[in-house]
T-cell receptor, first 113, second 115 residues
């Protein structure tokens, strides 16, 4: 039973446009959410996070939105660049930043020049 | 370079063989984790450790063992390898008190094939 779901296996966008990646979760005890980016043959790298007391966190071109009532979060990338092409994993924990992370299956983003 | 180092990067095992996947970090992190990623799937937690001498099971621990005798090292042992253990294995770490703006640091992975 998946607690963290990324229902879109892939997403293709044009360079310069907005990329929106979505994630749903089922466990209301989660208090910390993260996005990781992964290139082939590399380990995941941390991108951005948000705690459950916030509804938005921004870092440069990346913004994460959290809707607790809908148990939904999204990652916005504006503007998208070809170097953003990677697999993006949504993850959640109920122990803060040191808690065990539960990952979604990932969404493969392709940004076309 | 500071970070999480995993060895080997690739390995082919025969059914029934055993091996140890090595993981070392030089950031003095208390928390260390082993995940596996199967094709098209997310990462699943195998074992984790909150400090030297302390380990605990994650979501998919069967067929694996771990030890944590030092802060730096967290080896993962596979006994009696099975084809179901074909996967990419990632080790990760994070320090106590790490700000929420910093996530786990992952190693580059070990790709294991059991034939």
């Amino acid at each position: 039973d998946q607690q963290v779901k990324q229902n879109s296996p892939s997403l293709s966008v044009q360079e310069g446009r907005i990329s929106i990646l979505n994630c749903d979760y089922t466990n209301s005890m989660f208090d910390y959410f993260l996005w990781y980016k992964k290139y082939p043959a590399e380990g995941p790298t941390f991108l951005i996070s948000i705690s459950s007391i916030k509804d938005k966190n921004e870092d440069g071109r990346f913004t994460v939105f959290l809707n607790k009532s809908a148990k939904h979060l999204s990652l916005h990338i504006v503007p998208s660049q070809p170097g953003d092409s990677a697999v993006y994993f949504c993850a959640a924990s109920y122990g803060g930043s040191q808690g065990n992370l539960i990952f979604g299956k990932g969404t493969k983003l392709s940004v076309k020049p | 370079n500071a970070g999480v180092t995993q060895t080997p990067k690739f390995r082919i095992l025969k059914i029934g063989q055993s091996m140890t996947l090595q993981c070392a970090q030089d950031m003095n992190h208390n928390y260390m984790y082993w995940y596996r990623q199967d094709p098209g799937m997310g990462l699943k937690l195998i074992y984790y450790s909150v400090g030297a001498g302390i380990t605990d099971k994650g979501e998919v621990p069967n067929g694996y063992n771990v030890s944590r005798s030092t802060t730096e090292d967290f080896p993962l042992r596979l006994e009696l390898a099975a084809p179901s253990q074909t996967s990419v294995y990632f080790c990760a770490s994070i320090g106590a008190g790490t700000p929420e703006s910093v996530g786990y640091t992952f190693g580059s992975g070990t790709r294991l094939t059991v034939v």
